[in-house]
């Protein structure tokens, strides 16, 4: 079975940092793009930083500067390190991959359950 199992949530104050985890296990043969998004409380799910498998980076501008995501292909890893965080990253934040689970196959997208994290004083 495949799932992404995110760690590293919780409650930080203002200007405060976390650093988010994300695993993939399961049967897996290669990673395509593997990312975060969050979603706040009434509002839509969001994209914050995605890695490409060429290792290219897409960062929101509303994260830029404070938040960086890296990944270890050989760990099946992706990290999303928060720095300077304000109340209004206060989210549920999910994490997503392309996964190839098929010798030959195509990638499929998978999500995880979600970590909440809360910035307040």
């Known amino acids: 079975q495949v799932q992404l199992v995110e760690s590293g949530g919780g409650l930080v104050q203002p200007g405060g940092s976390l650093r988010l985890s994300c695993t993939a296990s399961?049967?897996?043969?290669?990673?395509?793009?593997i990312g975060w998004y969050r979603q706040a409380l009434g509002k839509q799910r969001e994209l914050v930083a995605v890695?490409?498998?060429?290792?290219?980076?897409n960062i929101a501008d509303s994260v830029k500067g404070r938040f960086t995501i890296s990944r270890d292909n050989a760990k099946k890893t992706v990290y999303l390190q928060m720095n300077s965080l304000k109340p209004e990253d206060t989210a549920v934040y999910y994490c997503?991959?392309?996964?190839?689970?098929?010798?030959?196959?195509?990638?499929?997208?998978?999500w995880g359950q979600g970590t909440q994290v809360t910035v307040s004083s």
């Open positions: 890695s490409t498998r060429d290792g290219s980076t």
């Open positions: 399961g049967i897996i043969f290669s990673m395509d793009a």
């Open positions: 997503n991959a392309g996964l190839r689970t098929i010798w030959g196959g195509p990638y499929s997208d998978y």
